[in-house]
């Protein structure tokens, strides 16, 4: 095995070598003295002095995505009127061209499993992005629904918008997400088809987690919700704060069985702001979180109902 040995000086005065790219030669600064030629090209993303400029200047890629039917690493033929060396390309060879891009994206799905993959995974790529999602989540939607197939989970013949709510929503708890159902659908469908497609969603959910069998859904705890209702109402940290301490105490009471979290979040959040002080209005609350100012009330009544909330007051020292 042979060691190659790069010098990093002159051997003649010990002075500094600079590299000329277009000749390919390594000079020494001081002398002119050629220490070495035919140097190696590593490429232009060699050159980059951090790593947007190495992105930038980068020719491929080794990540690949499950957000698209072959894992993003097809060829794609560009658009263009010039070739690789900025000439202009006459009329014949763009015609041969546009036909060659148009045959090459036929033959990418030939089957009909990998149209209707494709299809359900763009329109997961543009439900993350509609709802302004992260691509951990993208990824783990894809990754959901590819397994699927896997487990001879049958998908054909659904709805397409519907099975992509459910594997996104998904994604969503898997991911520590708090997002809803009907929160999804309305960025997707018009808004009189969100009631019929977040029923099926959720059918569609409820039927995922029973045939995935061993993979547990994790179970979005309520500081999530508490933290979400308080970003969106703007409300007070100490607000917030409170919330989150009443949220942790009144779990072993068990009061939040069998309701949904969005209600109980809404009521520690409304609890909090009254102990407070703070004007955090019930309509505001049911308008962020998606439920009725009776059901906030509702729960806030059960919640006193089953604990006892004692108020310490601290004295404040006047200065005269």
């Keep these: ?74 060829t794609e033929i560009s658009i263009g009127t010039t070739d690789f060396s900025g000439k202009k390309i006459n009329s014949s060879i763009s015609n041969q061209m546009q036909n060659l891009r148009k045959w090459q994206q036929r033959v990418r799905v030939t089957s009909p499993r990998e149209r209707r993959l494709t299809n359900v995974l763009g329109k997961i790529t543009e439900t993350c992005e509609s709802c302004s999602l992260s691509k951990n989540v993208v990824e783990t939607a894809a990754k ?63 039927n995922l987690v029973l045939e995935m069998g061993h993979e547990i859904t994790p179970i979005v705890t309520m500081d999530k919700y508490i933290s979400k209702i308080a970003n969106l109402t703007k409300t007070d940290v100490r607000v917030e704060r409170l919330a989150l301490e009443i949220a942790e105490k009144a779990q072993v009471q068990g009061i939040t069985d069998g309701k949904a979290p969005n209600g109980i979040a809404s009521a520690y959040m409304y609890i909090g702001s009254i102990l407070l002080g703070q004007n955090v209005l019930q309509r505001d609350v049911s308008t962020v979180s998606g439920i009725t100012e009776v059901t906030i009330r509702n729960r806030v009544k059960e919640i006193l109902t089953t604990n006892r909330i004692t108020i310490t007051l601290r004295p404040v020292l006047v200065n005269n």
């Design 1 to 74: 095995m042979k060691t190659l040995e790069i010098e990093s000086c002159c051997p003649e005065c010990k002075s500094t070598i600079v590299d000329d790219i277009h000749s390919g030669e390594r000079i020494c600064s001081n002398c002119g003295i050629v220490v070495d030629e035919q140097m190696a090209d590593y490429g232009p993303e060699t050159k980059g002095a951090n790593l947007a400029d190495k992105m930038r200047l980068a020719r491929a890629t080794g990540h690949t995505t499950f957000a698209q039917h072959d894992m993003g690493v097809a």
């Design 144 to 206: 959901i629904y590819r397994s699927l197939d896997g487990k001879n989970i049958e998908v054909k013949g659904k709805s397409v918008i519907s099975i992509t709510v459910a594997v996104v929503y998904l994604a969503c708890k898997q991911c520590d997400v708090v997002r809803s159902l009907e929160e999804i659908c309305r960025e997707v469908c018009l808004e009189k088809d969100v009631k019929a497609k977040s029923k099926l969603a959720a059918k569609y959910y409820r």
